[in-house]
């Protein structure tokens, strides 16, 4: 009878706990933002959403974002997504672009933004456009609102004549 009693308790609490994982809600037009003290802002949209227990899946991605007041709009496009909440952080797929309105552009196929220290990581077919040229590099690391971008890997530049 314990047996029987504890074999149950068991299967009960494996149950419950996998359907709680399971849980997906699916969401349209999910949008979050923030605006912090600091005059951090960023508001990360996306066509539909599928919410699990702490993770946010998005598909057509599309975000812009400033650091801190006086800094310059970054924005973002991606076909995919995965928000974190815990971390605070956003896992970019597939077509990812970087831009501002001064004609500065990275893409990329994979990238994380973590919202929390400004950084964005980017691996897999880095390109790197600007009015002086174009740099392709294997990853890339860019914090302090686009004005520091380490390049890591093989790395190419082509230099625009300004004639």
């Known amino acids: 009878m314990k047996l029987f009693f504890l074999v149950s308790t068991i299967i009960f609490i494996t149950t419950f706990f996998s359907k709680s994982e399971d849980l997906i809600i699916e969401i349209d037009n999910p949008k979050f933002s923030e605006k912090g003290l600091n005059d951090k802002v960023y508001e990360i949209k996306a066509k539909k959403g599928l919410k699990s227990e702490n993770e946010l ?3 057509t991605v599309e975000g812009k974002f400033k650091p801190e007041k006086n800094n310059k709009w970054i924005y973002l496009k991606a076909e995919k997504g995965y928000f974190s909440q815990l971390n605070n952080y956003i896992e970019l797929k597939n077509n990812i672009i970087f831009y501002t309105d001064e004609g500065e ?3 990329s196929n994979q990238a994380v933004f973590d919202m929390n220290n400004d950084i964005i990581k980017l691996t897999e077919n880095v390109s790197h456009e600007t009015n002086e040229g174009l740099i392709i590099s294997d990853s890339s690391e860019i914090s302090y609102n686009f004005n ?15 004639y």
Do not use: A, M, R
């Open 57 to 59: 899946e998005l598909f």
């Open 105 to 107: 552009k990275i893409t």
């Open 148 to 162: 520091k971008i380490i390049y890591l890997g093989n790395v190419q530049s082509i230099i625009k004549n300004s």
